[in-house]
Nanobody, 115 residues
Framework: QVQLVPSGGGLVQPGGSLRLSCAAS????????MGWYRRVPGKQRELVAS???????NYADSVKGRFTISRDDAKNMVYLQMNSLKAEDTAVYYC?????????WGQGTQVTVSS
């Protein structure tokens, strides 16, 4: 059983930056894939970025060049650095982990981009 605790959401102006963090616990070995998803009301949850245990990274086209995902396996953390934020990035962001063939979710954290 993997527990995920996110932090770092909030309100930011367009063009600003935020960093999301997610602390993982409960895994005996390195987590296979860690990632961030987001959901806008009325839409399905979508992948924002993911990173595997060997460092392979995948980004949604909408965030390429603006967001950076990273992980620190020594600390069991995954991060999402979000720069040049736009109003359309406003959403609830969820941390996700795939471990032993099972997907785990953290609680959502709200990111609001507004002037």
């Amino acid at each position: 059983q993997v527990q995920l605790v996110p932090s770092g959401g909030g309100l930011v102006q367009p063009g600003g930056s935020l960093r999301l963090s997610c602390a993982a616990s409960g895994s005996r070995f390195s987590i296979d894939v860690m990632g961030w998803y987001r959901r806008v009301p009325g839409k399905q949850r979508e992948l924002v970025a993911s990173i595997t245990s060997d460092g392979s990274i995948n980004y949604a086209d909408s965030v390429k060049g603006r967001f950076t995902i990273s992980r620190d396996d020594a600390k069991n953390m995954v991060y999402l650095q979000m720069n040049s934020l736009k109003a359309e990035d406003t959403a609830v962001y969820y941390c996700n982990a795939k471990y032993g063939g099972v997907g785990y979710w953290g609680q959502g954290t709200q990111v609001t981009v507004s002037s």
